[in-house]
């Protein structure tokens, strides 16, 4: 049984910085890629950010590189993402998920998802 649970999303403005947490549970969270995906109002989920299983390779969506900073903890079983110079096209629901694999890879699969906290930048 796997359950990941977000915090950290808020009202913000245009230009500031907020760090979103993720809590996974389970003793094998250094085992596998993490990842961070966003889904505007009426828009389909789409790839933020992943990390592998050590936490030595991180991947990043173009619209967020120089931006966002994934990274983990293995030792509090914590995703994070630090999401600076926000803009309002960053609005949306982010959600944490786990893969199944340690490796991060091109279209792989993210089993185990979170709630999703919401996120809001305005102008």
């Known amino acids: 049984q796997v359950h990941l649970a977000e915090s950290g999303g808020g009202l913000v403005q245009a230009g500031d910085s907020l760090r979103l947490s993720c809590a996974v549970s389970g003793r094998t969270f250094r085992s596998y890629t993490m990842g961070w995906f966003r889904q505007a109002p009426g828009k389909e989920r789409v790839f933020v950010a992943a990390i592998n299983g050590g936490g030595v390779n991180t991947y990043y969506a173009d619209s967020v590189k120089g931006r966002f900073t994934i990274s983990r903890d293995n030792t509090k079983n914590a995703l994070y993402l630090q999401m600076s110079s926000l803009k309002p096209e960053d609005t949306g629901v982010y959600y944490c998920?786990?893969?199944?694999?340690?490796?991060?890879?091109?279209?792989?699969?993210?089993?185990?998802w979170g709630q999703g906290t919401q996120v809001t930048v305005s102008s």
């Open positions: 998920a786990r893969s199944t694999t340690y490796y991060y890879s091109a279209n792989m699969n993210f089993a185990y």
